[in-house]
């Protein structure tokens, strides 16, 4: 079992910790009044003025030395015709060789330098499980943590940042 010591509290924790947002960035730009007419949200998807399509899937980040890897759930946009394939093959169980589908991040991640439209491609998982985000490989700080992986210690300060933020 995956066990850290927090930066912050001083705890031991067990699990490896994951994070991530209910929608996409653009849902939260729609006024909180307006959001049931001109929103579609569920846990997977998300359509925006029936023009913008979004879909919710994990960005991982591998954990040196560990078979877990550290995940951001992140919500990425589709072309209209993208995510129409999507959403036709997204309840069969073997969907992993369809795609992957070009998308932009819409997601904004504390510790990182602005990570909102980043160039992704969301590749569909087998089973049920989210589709797998990666990022496209810059020098963004991100994307060079899913490339070179991780430390048990970074995870541990993301934890704390996360979890017991600095007032």
């Known amino acids: 079992?995956?066990?850290?010591?927090?930066?912050?509290?001083?705890?031991?924790?067990?699990?490896?910790?994951?994070?991530?947002?209910n929608a996409p960035l653009y849902f939260y730009g729609i006024p909180d009044e307006e959001r049931g007419k001109r929103c579609v949200l569920d846990s997977d998807?998300?359509?925006?003025?029936?023009?913008?399509?979004?879909?919710?899937?994990?960005?991982?980040?591998?954990?040196?030395?560990?078979?877990?890897?550290?995940?951001?759930?992140v919500w990425v946009s589709l072309s209209q015709a993208h995510f129409a394939e999507f959403k036709a093959c997204y309840d069969t169980p073997k969907r992993s060789h369809i795609g992957p589908f070009f998308g932009w991040l819409s997601a904004e991640l504390p510790l990182y330098p602005s990570t909102e439209n980043l160039k992704t491609r969301a590749h569909l998982r087998d089973d049920g499980i989210r589709p797998y985000i990666e990022l496209e490989p810059t020098d963004h700080p991100l994307a060079v943590e899913q490339r070179n992986g991780i430390s048990v210690d970074r995870v541990a300060e993301i934890y704390a940042l996360l979890m017991h933020p600095k007032v």
């Open 45 to 73: 998807t998300c359509i925006v003025n029936q023009a913008h399509f979004f879909v919710r899937g994990c960005l991982e980040i591998p954990v040196h030395g560990e078979a877990d890897a550290f995940s951001w759930g």
């Open 1 to 21: 079992m995956f066990r850290f010591k927090c930066t912050s509290c001083d705890e031991w924790h067990e699990g490896m910790p994951t994070f991530g947002a």
